[in-house]
């Protein structure tokens, strides 16, 4: 089975900058999209952005725009979200997903959580004031 592991999250102090990496191993597998979540602690889980897989199109939440960016290695079969100018409220920890859902059906529930397939343990993301 396909396993998706994020990786480096850390702490860092407000307006400093983390690259975090999700990588699918233990087999191949096609997909649409891949997104990153965040849950912090006492809320929902919650929408942070997706990049659609062929294209590289990218979608971000109103409260990472303009500071994260998702990108994506396709050889590798990994994901990055590139956070910059981290703010406190950014504190949760991250997960990745992979969505195997046709794009006629993701197009419109990118945001979702159900619209996702295989799911990464997370990783905590701490940000100091």
């Known amino acids: 089975q396909v396993q998706l592991v994020e990786s480096g999250g850390g702490l860092v102090q407000a307006g400093g900058s983390l690259r975090l990496s999700c990588v699918a191993s233990?087999?191949?597998?096609?997909?649409?999209?891949m997104g990153w979540f965040r849950q912090a602690p006492g809320k929902e889980r919650e929408f942070v952005g997706v990049?659609?897989?062929?294209?590289?199109?990218?979608y971000y939440d109103d409260s990472v725009k303009g500071r994260f960016t998702i990108s994506r290695d396709n050889a590798k079969n990994t994901m990055y979200l590139q956070a910059n100018s981290l703010k406190p409220e950014d504190t949760a920890v991250y997960y990745c997903?992979?969505?195997?859902?046709?794009?006629?059906?993701?197009?419109?529930?990118?945001?979702?959580?159900?619209?996702?397939?295989?799911w990464g343990q997370g990783t905590q993301v701490t940000v100091s004031s």
């Open positions: 997903a992979a969505s195997l859902r046709p794009s006629w059906i993701f197009a419109t529930r990118y945001f979702q959580e159900s619209a996702y397939d295989y």
């Open positions: 233990g087999g191949t597998f096609s997909r649409s999209a």
């Open positions: 990049i659609w897989w062929g294209s590289g199109s990218t």
